[in-house]
């Protein structure tokens, strides 16, 4: 079995949680792929490795059984770019704060990696947003697990964003900018604007506007087998266009495609870690606040 391993960076404190990790790896004769910044770190550190090879894109994952994210969320969203095309499953194991997607806590990482050799697991697939127009952009993966967001630049000044459904026309957004989120996004940017938390299962994306100036507009559910398309305006000719962590200056007179991409992207889980445990855990549900 192959076995990759990705992170943004890997601190001290984590080498306690991982080299016995890596022994397990090495007695269960798993080959370990490593993230190349990732393994400069752990040498420095002074960790034990198993057999290993490095990898610094996702056309080096071949055959890779599980790819582990260490690090946050956005340390996971990272990792849509190296796997969502091949199908590997993810499993995030959580060095940050929140984690509702790297929902394996780093004390539990070698027994989570111990029993998905054991194939005590399950595959949960997420669905994807695909930007189709204009070609070229975020050209190895225009892909998001969360959401595409339009932003307005640093001004005062609000962007108009003309909204459309397979050619159909919606609105005319006067805001900041715009979010398209997937059920998985629902509980992160979308939500901190005022968008709903959608269960993950659900074939829906959510349209959020940012700040609108009109106070009728509201987060718009809509199916998720359709086109969406975008048009911008603005008095400066150009705005920020997000996917996930990544993000471009584009010229408003581009006209932004998007859909649910044909496959998903594939999420390690194990028992206790449905859905519904991850929001009451996280965001504090059922808990009596008054004490």
Same mark, same amino acid.
């Given at each position: 079995?192959?076995?990759?391993?990705?992170?943004?960076?890997?601190?001290?404190?984590?080498?306690?949680?991982?080299?016995?990790?890596?022994?397990?790896? #090495?007695?269960?004769?798993?080959?370990?792929?490593?993230?190349?910044?990732?393994?400069?770190?752990?040498?420095?550190?002074?960790?034990?490795?198993?057999?290993?090879?490095?990898?610094?894109?996702?056309?080096?994952?071949?055959?890779?059984?599980?790819?582990?994210?260490?690090?946050?969320?956005?340390?996971?969203?990272?990792? $849509?770019?190296?796997?969502?095309?091949?199908?590997?499953?993810?499993?995030?194991?959580?060095?940050? %704060?929140?984690?509702?997607?790297?929902?394996?806590?780093?004390?539990?990482?070698?027994?989570?990696? #111990?029993?998905?050799?054991?194939?005590?697991?399950?595959?949960?697939?997420?669905?994807?947003?695909?930007?189709?127009? @204009?070609?070229?952009?975020?050209?190895?993966?225009?892909?998001?697990?969360?959401?595409?967001?339009?932003?307005?630049?640093?001004?005062?000044?609000?962007?108009?964003?003309?909204?459309?459904? !397979?050619?159909?026309?919606?609105? #005319?957004?006067?805001?900041?900018?715009?979010?398209?989120?997937?059920?998985?996004?629902?509980?992160?940017?979308?939500?901190?604007?005022?968008?709903?938390?959608?269960? @993950? %299962?659900?074939?829906?994306?959510?349209?959020?506007?940012?700040? @609108?100036?009109?106070?009728?507009?509201?987060?718009? $559910?809509?199916? !998720?087998?359709?086109?969406?398309?975008?048009?911008?305006?603005?008095?400066?000719?150009?705005?920020?266009?997000?996917?996930?962590?990544?993000? $471009?200056?584009?010229?408003?007179?581009?006209?932004?495609?998007?859909?649910?991409?044909?496959?998903?992207?594939?999420? $390690?889980?194990?028992?206790?870690?449905?859905?519904?445990?991850?929001?009451?855990?996280?965001? #504090?549900?059922?808990?009596?606040?008054?004490?």
């Amino acid at each position: 079995m192959r076995i990759a391993i990705y992170s943004r960076q890997f601190g001290k404190e984590l080498v306690p949680h991982f080299s016995s990790m890596f022994t397990m790896l #090495s007695m269960q004769n798993v080959e370990v792929w490593i993230w190349e910044n990732t393994l400069k770190e752990l040498k420095d550190l002074g960790i034990d490795l198993p057999e290993h090879t490095s990898f610094n894109s996702g056309a080096d994952l071949k055959d890779v059984s599980l790819l582990i994210s260490i690090g946050g969320d956005g340390t996971l969203l990272d990792t $849509v770019e190296l796997t969502a095309e091949r199908g590997t499953p993810v499993l995030g194991i959580n060095t940050g %704060r929140l984690g509702f997607l790297s929902n394996t806590q780093v004390e539990d990482a070698e027994d989570a990696v #111990s029993a998905f050799l054991k194939g005590e697991h399950s595959i949960e697939e997420r669905s994807l947003l695909r930007l189709t127009s @204009p070609e070229g952009l975020f050209e190895h993966a225009p892909l998001a697990l969360n959401e595409i967001a339009i932003h307005k630049h640093d001004t005062s000044s609000m962007i108009t964003i003309h909204a459309y459904l !397979d050619d159909k026309f919606l609105n #005319s957004y006067w805001a900041d900018g715009l979010i398209i989120s997937t059920p998985t996004g629902s509980t992160a940017y979308s939500l901190s604007c005022g968008g709903p938390i959608i269960d @993950p %299962r659900s074939k829906s994306f959510v349209i959020t506007p940012i700040a @609108p100036h009109n106070l009728n507009v509201r987060p718009f $559910v809509v199916r !998720d087998n359709g086109e969406i398309t975008l048009k911008v305006e603005g008095r400066e000719g150009s705005y920020l266009l997000s996917m996930d962590s990544r993000s $471009v200056d584009l010229d408003e007179n581009i006209e932004l495609k998007i859909c649910r991409n044909d496959s998903g992207m594939n999420l $390690v889980t194990f028992e206790g870690q449905d859905f519904l445990n991850t929001l009451r855990q996280k965001l #504090s549900w059922g808990l009596d606040q008054r004490n």
